[in-house]
């Protein structure tokens, strides 16, 4: 049993940051490519960021290139969202999930576990 939490989401103004956490519990940490994705509001779910199990690969929509980091701590079994200049149309809830893949994947179907969502507020 793998169980994904997430926290750090919120009401920001734009131009504000956020960092949001997502820890796993249940499995060992390093077996999992970790990714970051959003949905809002009557649109689909969409990636946004990844990071490979040994970190040395990320990825990012073309949305996030720039603001976004996305990195892991596998001591704390945590994967990290630093979300800069923040924006109203970044305003979504935000999944983390996690894939037995090497390499992070930007679709959804190729993730095994996913949190229950965290929600991002941007106010103009």
């Known amino acids: 049993q793998v169980q994904l939490v997430e926290s750090g989401g919120g009401l920001v103004q734009a131009g504000g940051s956020l960092r949001l956490s997502c820890t796993v519990f249940g499995r060992r940490f390093r077996n999992y490519a970790m990714g970051w994705f959003r949905q809002a509001p009557g649109k689909e779910r969409d990636f946004v960021a990844g990071?490979?199990?040994?970190?040395?690969?990320?990825r990012y929509a073309d949305s996030a290139k720039g603001r976004f980091t996305i990195s892991r701590d596998d001591a704390k079994n945590t994967v990290y969202l630093e979300m800069n200049s923040l924006k109203p149309e970044d305003t979504a809830v935000y999944y983390c999930?996690?894939?037995?893949?090497?390499?992070?994947?930007?679709?959804?179907?190729?993730?095994?576990?996913w949190g229950q969502g965290t929600q991002v507020t941007v106010s103009s």
């Open positions: 990071i490979s199990r040994s970190a040395s690969s990320t």
């Open positions: 999930a996690a894939s037995t893949s090497n390499y992070a994947p930007t679709v959804t179907p190729n993730y095994d576990y």
